[in-house]
């Protein structure tokens, strides 16, 4: 199931949207929650965040390092 996060109330409590869909191969889990794209979130190697206003990709990289100055992307509608 899908649940888009709208953003946050007065008191710091998320706002949800509706639930859609499933975008995962698992079911569901009362005690997991996956979120994606959020770049608070990001916190583990390989993670990444896509700012689609902004235009920039913020990365966890491996080593801890900055990556290169500029990487180039094929034009595609998605990453993989």
Known sequence: MFILI??????????LAAPVGM??????SESEV?????LEELDAVDEW???QVGHCLYLKSPDGKRPPP???VPAD????
């Open 23 to 28: 975008n995962r191969q698992v079911q569901p």
């Open 49 to 51: 965040y896509l700012d």
């Open 77 to 80: 509608s998605r990453l993989s």
């Open 70 to 72: 500029a990487i180039y």
């Open 6 to 15: 709208e953003g946050k109330d007065a008191n710091g409590q998320l706002r």
């Open 34 to 38: 996956f979120v994606d794209n959020i």
